[in-house]
């Protein structure tokens, strides 16, 4: 059952990873990102998803971990 599970969550980071390629390759246009004032070089839409993209999957990778430690200190008191 585990590996049909790793062949599930491969083929959806695959389609996800390739509906960044399509969505990159058809918006071209350069943007940049304002926030409280200030802004970023211009950066094609597609760069962009792909990098907020790439550091959700590791946040969300790495935010179980940081709940299994929590609960493991919080049986200790």
Not at 1 to 20: D, E, P, Q, W, Y
Not at 32 to 38: A, E, H, M, Q, V
Not at 44 to 68: M, R
């Amino acid at each position: 059952m585990r590996i049909f599970t790793n062949f599930i969550s491969s083929v959806m980071l695959a389609m996800g990873i390739g509906a960044i390629a399509i969505f990159s390759i058809q918006n071209i246009k350069p943007v940049s990102l304002k926030f409280l004032g200030f802004e970023s070089i211009q950066f094609p839409v597609g760069v962009l998803l792909a990098f907020c993209a790439g550091i959700g999957i590791i946040l969300g990778s790495l935010l179980p971990l940081l709940w299994q430690q929590q609960k493991q200190t919080d049986n200790y008191f």
